[in-house]
Structures are given as C-alpha cells and as structure tokens.
C-alpha cells in the first residue's frame, strides 16, 4: 500500500471528516506554542553559547564538547512536533496542502500523525517522569550543569505539552477513524 492509496472512510455521510472539536483545537494550538514558545527560548539561549540557569564553568566544556550541536539539532528537531500538532487540528493534516509537491491534494494516512502524536506523547511522558527522578538527586550538587529550575520549569511545561498534544492526539484519532460515525 503507498503513502497516497491509505484512504481512511470518513465519519460523515457526505465524506467529509468533522472538524475538531473547540477544546482539541486548542490542546493543537497549545501543544504547538509548547514545542516553539515555551522551549525555544531558553534552548537558543543555550546554543548560542549563553550559560543562562547553568554554572558557566560546566557549561562551557560541555557546551564545546558537543553540547552546542547536540542544541543546534535539538532546536530544528522541536520544530517536528509544532508542525504535527498543527497538522492534527487544521485541514491540512487531512489532505496533503499544496507544499508538499508529490503528494498534494492526496488524502493524509491516518497513522502518519496519530503514531508520531502518541509516540511523542508517551516519550516526552517518560522523559518527564526520568527528570523528576533524576532532579532531587541533582539538587545541590555540584556537578550538576543546569540549575535545578531549569527541571523545574521543564517539568510543568513538558506536562502541559504532553496533556494537550495527547487530547489533540485523540481527537484526530477519533475523527479519522473509518468505523466513525
């Protein structure tokens, strides 16, 4: 089966597939800022070299042994899950729009987004609960790069990231289903 013959039925009796719900709308447009607004920031931050809620004397050697690129690729790559939960809430993410030159106007296989959407959920999910393993242990020690409010900060963002970009998740899920309706 290709890419463009995965046709799901859709929910509607006219073929169409219903929008999105207000409430998954929003959980797409929250998890999308949660992927650009509320991580770029302090991550630029950090690539560009400045040891903002980090021990400049730790930051550096790590930061020139890889830890600027590691940053670098980290920040392009938190684009992917901006443009995935966008995609789960606006029409877009059911046909190919027109900058997608081989496959325009073809209908968006419903796994395409779901898989990544609840793969991302359940690995931001794992990393959160890692970080808040990890950070009373990290608390106070010196070796620790990274002020323990930076784990702080990370965990309420993640967990908002993770419930809106799971409920956006959903409702594409939902909608998309061939048995639906």
């Given amino acids: 089966m290709s890419i463009t013959t995965a046709v799901p039925r859709t929910a509607l009796p006219s073929g169409r597939i219903p929008a999105p719900a207000r409430r998954a709308t929003w959980a797409g447009y929250t998890a999308a800022a949660a992927a650009t607004v509320g991580f770029l920031p302090l991550h630029v931050t950090w690539a560009l070299g400045i040891p903002l809620f980090a021990d400049p004397d730790l930051f550096r050697p790590w930061y020139e042994d890889g830890g600027g690129f590691y940053l670098l690729v980290l920040n392009l790559m938190a684009l992917l899950p901006a443009v995935l939960a966008f995609a789960l809430v606006r029409p877009w993410g059911l046909t190919f729009p027109r900058w997608v030159p081989a496959l325009r106007g073809h209908r968006v296989p419903r796994m395409l987004l779901i898989v990544p959407g609840a793969a991302l959920s359940a690995f931001l999910l794992a990393y959160t609960v890692y970080v808040m393993i990890l ?3 990290q608390w106070g020690d010196p070796a620790a790069i990274f002020d323990y409010r930076t ?10 990231w993770i419930a809106a970009l799971a409920i956006a998740t959903r409702s594409y899920a939902r909608r998309t289903r061939p048995d639906a309706g």
Avoid: D, Q, W
């Avoid at 784990?151 to 908002?160: A, P, S, T, W």
């Fill in 135 to 137: 950070m009373p242990r």
């Fill in 151 to 160: 784990g702080v900060y990370g965990i309420g963002h993640f967990l908002v």
